[in-house]
């Protein structure tokens, strides 16, 4: 479950039938992992969801191993359920106090995600511990544009070096409009008519304040790409 990521060219990432679907938010994905060779390494995603996202990395993209990390129950039982992947594992734990030990990780991996922590710094540095040095911290996730320079602020002192940053937030209206009609439909079929108010801006559709937030350029969504110092 994200916003999704889309370009000028349609389906330009090869998937299995069975993924295309969620073509969408699978891109996402891949813009933030993809640019890192990752085969053989030693994941970790914080705040997996429902797990397709790990499933996707640990599928198309190779990891030796990858951990899905959720603070819900819940979530964590419906990925173990949903996603048996060899070398794929799902745990509960919080983004706050990851648990896992000093320099475990080859990367740490987190999609939009992290505008639901407390606090963001302390994530920050629960990432730097777990990371081994020369890892790799992949982001991605969105801010109010007035928020911005603080969140930069925040990753510029976390005692990782930024490789780099991009504005994402055309690419994730876009992929808004085209997934648009699905997720009216999903709602539709599944939500109660009480509850749908709260689902269309969930779920960012077209007309909802957070659709039209980062169409105007008032919500900005960034991927990075930062890095664990040798020494």
Same mark, same amino acid.
């Given at each position: 479950m994200n916003y999704g990521f889309a370009t000028s060219e349609a389906n330009v990432l090869a998937l299995n039938m069975a993924d295309d679907p969620d073509r969408h938010g699978i891109q996402?994905?891949?813009?933030? +992992? =993809?640019?890192?060779?990752?085969? &053989?390494?030693?994941?970790?995603? +914080? =705040?997996?969801?429902?797990?397709? &996202?790990?499933?996707?990395?640990?599928?198309?993209?190779?990891?030796d191993r990858m951990i899905g990390l959720d603070l819900s129950k819940h979530a964590v039982h419906l990925s173990r359920e949903r996603h048996r992947v060899d070398g794929l594992e799902f745990r509960v734990g919080d983004a706050e106090n990851l648990p896992l030990d000093d320099g475990s990780v080859d990367a740490v991996i987190n999609v939009e995600?992290?505008?639901?922590?407390?606090?963001?710094?302390?994530?920050?540095?629960?990432?730097?511990r777990v990371l081994r040095p020369g890892g790799y911290f992949l982001y991605a996730d969105f801010r109010a544009r007035e928020s911005v320079p603080a969140w930069h602020k925040s990753l510029m002192e976390s005692g990782l070096a930024l490789v780099k940053e991009t504005d994402i937030t055309p690419n994730v209206v876009m992929a808004?409009?085209?997934?648009?009609?699905?997720?009216?439909?999903?709602?539709?079929?599944?939500?109660?008519?009480?509850?749908?108010?709260?689902?269309?801006?969930?779920?960012a559709v077209k007309g909802s304040p957070l659709f039209e937030g980062f169409k105007s350029g008032n919500y900005a969504y960034r991927s990075f790409i930062l890095r664990k110092p040798v020494s």
């Open positions: 996402l994905y891949h813009h933030v +992992v =993809g640019p890192i060779d990752v085969r &053989g390494w030693k994941l970790l995603e +914080v =705040g997996s969801g429902r797990g397709g &996202g790990s499933s996707f990395i640990k599928r198309y993209l190779k990891p995600s992290s505008h639901c922590y407390p606090s963001f710094s302390r994530f920050l540095s629960e990432v730097h808004l409009e085209r997934d648009n009609d699905r997720k009216l439909a999903l709602i539709d079929r599944l939500v109660p008519r009480r509850l749908r108010a709260s689902f269309f801006d969930f779920a």
